[in-house]
């Protein structure tokens, strides 16, 4: 899959809610999201993030500038329904997201409100349970499964309309980290082996570093945009904005106060143990 096209791209993106003043949730967000990758969205309470999820998928329209997917814009109100076949929208609640009582009814539900025959309907229930390891449940209740099971399911009801893009609004943040690890490792397979576009809003730092590429959101303008690497290693700014760096990298950023030769791009454990081993071999050598 070619990763240079465009899926989305917002414009100088402004919003402000009605009735609250008028006082801009969004300002002047110009961001680009190649088809293929993985992109996470951090910030703060009230950055903007998950409005930023909402314009991706025109449940909500600019107030300013514009979002276009794979070239529509959002704002042409003919093409609504077009824009939300090719970019699946995941609450944070998969309660809100689940309709049916039987899993595979559940994932059912939009291929059949579309008209597809109930063949390929058929088809694209088994593939998208399959998708998020979930094709043995399809004849459980729905309403019995745990968190992450139930947010894999949610997923799947988006996989059968078989989007270029899903986003994630907070996918994991009512889990147990069971089900987080559930929920994450299925995003991670839908990007790396179907070659779903993933943009997943979050604010586990943890989650972000798996991504391609991270944004950061702070009073609804993007403040950092890069390689985890890139933007992690930016401790003290985060800080700032009232987010914390992963725990690997916060621990060598303080180190290099005295260990200025530690690298300064550490993402996980692993790599700041051997960071530490490397550091102790040379004051032994």
């Known amino acids: 899959m070619n990763k240079t096209e465009d899926m989305i791209q917002t414009i100088e993106l402004g919003f402000s809610y009605p009735g609250e003043g008028g006082a801009p949730v969004l300002q ?35 107030t300013e500038g514009k ?9 042409e109100e003919a093409r609504v329904f077009e824009v939300r076949q090719k970019v699946g929208l995941a609450f944070q609640n998969p309660d809100n997201q689940i309709v049916a009582t039987i899993v595979e009814e559940d994932v059912a539900f939009a291929p059949e409100n579309l008209n597809i025959p109930q063949e390929e309907t058929a088809r694209r229930v088994e593939y998208a349970l399959r998708a998020v390891d979930m094709w043995e449940y399809r004849t459980h209740s729905a309403h019995q499964l745990s968190g992450g099971q139930k947010q894999r399911v949610a997923i799947a009801g988006i996989i059968a309309m078989m989007p270029h893009c899903i986003v994630l609004d907070e996918p ?26 993933i943009v997943m809003i979050t604010h586990y730092m943890k989650e972000a570093a798996m991504a391609d590429r991270v944004v950061v959101m702070d009073r609804g303008s993007v403040v ?15 800080e700032r904005l009232g987010l914390e760096a992963p725990q ?27 960071a530490i081993l490397h550091l102790f071999e040379g004051v032994a050598g």
């Open 28 to 62: 002047g967000v110009s961001l680009t999201v190649e088809r293929g990758s993985f992109v996470a969205v951090l910030g703060h309470n009230g950055s903007g993030k998950s409005t930023l999820a909402k314009q991706m998928n025109a449940v909500l329209l600019p």
């Open 67 to 75: 979002v276009l997917v794979e070239g529509i814009d959002t704002r």
């Open 172 to 197: 994991t943040a009512m889990l147990d980290p069971v089900g987080r690890e559930e929920v994450l490792s299925t995003v991670r397979r839908l990007n790396r082996e179907n070659g779903i576009t």
């Open 224 to 238: 950092l945009d890069g390689t985890p690497r890139e933007v992690f290693s930016e401790v003290d700014y985060l």
């Open 248 to 274: 690997a990298t916060t621990l060598i950023h303080r180190l290099r106060g005295d260990c200025p030769s530690l690298p300064a791009d550490v993402l996980d454990e692993e790599e700041a143990a051997q």
